[in-house]
């Protein structure tokens, strides 16, 4: 029928992860999603180590495609295709995928659709809301942070980005700096809820320079001193000044995501804004964008955040659209580590 099944697999950073996607006319439906995720191996460590999760990949790729086979209640043979994260990544964990991939579809007649990371994530909105092109999506994630128009599932246009640290990694080093666990996003947002962000003055950094660049690394810095300069007259932190801490910094990023997309919408004249990446979890953003969206009189979609993270289920729906645009990849498919949209 017109209806595609694709098998999706991901394993470019520190989730290894399956799903199977039915894709047609009438939409997208997630038949089974399965993440098997590796933070506890890599939580000594306090960031992730590229060969502990390469070989974790290696080690529950297969567990994660018989589950998610399983919960779809399908056979690989009923597969349409195969569609794999082929970059950008750590590469072996990328290299684990593609050659599963290549395996399962090669040993099952199935043809075979690398997947851009990063177009997985963009085209999200169109998974889960059925979003028409062309949209504006802003990508915010712990390696991320890029502004995107995007008008087909190859076409894409950046307008703009962070020129040092994600936002995601700037929360993650100012939950470090202030000894909070990790991720840091979540456990910086939960303390911030009872801060005053008017009582840290905080740079808005790139914000008087035109344009979508944006800058975090400066902001962390400046957390930093701040943090400094209160436990050098007191002696230390107390709660309070943790929680104003926390509120500051995260109403200095959300002004700044939100005047960059601001200001991305304007040029570009999208009539739909979306979101995507562990950083769109974060109300006090979410609110902000939202409120970008609806001065610009843009459409506002922010899909569910087991989807806005990493997953397959969105690198089998992108696989989809690439398989419907033609595109087929056969046993000579590289994983490649960079590989902008
Ligand atoms: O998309 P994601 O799951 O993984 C990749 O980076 O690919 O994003 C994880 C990042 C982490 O840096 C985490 O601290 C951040 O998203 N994050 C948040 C929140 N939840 C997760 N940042 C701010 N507020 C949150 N509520
Ligand atoms: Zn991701």
Redesign the pocket.
Request: charged share 15%; with cysteine; net charge negative.
């Given at each position: 029928g017109d209806r595609l099944t694709i098998l999706g697999l991901e394993s470019s950073?520190?989730?290894t992860a399956a799903a199977v996607v039915q894709q047609g006319a009438g939409g997208a439906d997630i038949l089974s999603s399965v993440v098997l995720g590796q933070g506890d191996l890599h939580a000594a460590f306090g960031g992730v180590v590229p060969e502990i999760a390469a070989r974790a990949h290696a080690e529950k790729l297969d567990l994660a495609v018989r589950r998610a086979l399983e919960d779809a209640g399908l056979a690989l043979g009923e597969m349409d295709a195969v569609a794999v994260t082929a970059g950008p990544g750590l590469i072996g964990g990328v290299l684990a995928g593609v050659m599963l991939a290549k395996g399962l579809a090669a040993g099952a007649g199935l043809p075979l659709v690398g997947v851009n990371h990063l177009a997985a994530?963009a085209l999200t909105p169109r998974l889960t809301d059925g979003l028409a092109y062309p949209y504006l999506m802003l990508l915010?994630?712990?390696?991320?942070c890029q502004l995107l128009e995007v008008r087909g599932p190859e076409d894409f246009t950046r307008l703009g980005g962070t020129i040092d640290d994600?936002?995601?990694?700037a929360?993650?080093k100012v939950?470090r700096l202030l000894g909070l666990p990790?991720?840091?996003?979540?456990?910086?947002?939960r303390e911030a809820a009872a801060g005053d962000p008017a009582r840290v003055p905080l740079p808005r950094p790139l914000l008087d320079k035109p344009g979508c660049a944006m800058s975090f690394s400066g902001l962390k810095t400046a957390v930093l001193r701040q943090r400094d300069r209160r436990v050098a007259a007191q002696g230390g932190l107390t709660r309070g000044d943790r929680a104003d801490l926390c509120a500051a910094f995260?109403a200095a990023?959300a002004e700044v995501l939100a005047e960059k997309t601001r200001r991305a919408l304007a040029e570009s004249g999208m009539p739909a804004l979306a979101v995507?990446?562990?950083?769109a979890?974060?109300?006090t953003?979410r609110a902000a964008l939202q409120r970008v969206a609806a001065e610009a009189g843009a459409a506002w979609v922010a899909p569910p955040?087991e989807l806005?993270?990493?997953n397959a289920a969105i690198v089998a729906y992108a696989g989809a659209e690439l398989y419907r645009a033609g595109r087929r990849d056969g046993p000579e498919l590289a994983a490649r580590p960079r590989w902008p949209l």
């Open positions: 950073c520190d989730d994530h915010v994630s712990g390696g991320h994600a936002p995601g990694e929360f993650d939950a990790q991720p840091g996003g979540p456990a910086v947002e995260q990023v995507a990446g562990g950083v979890a974060n109300a953003i955040l806005c993270t990493d």
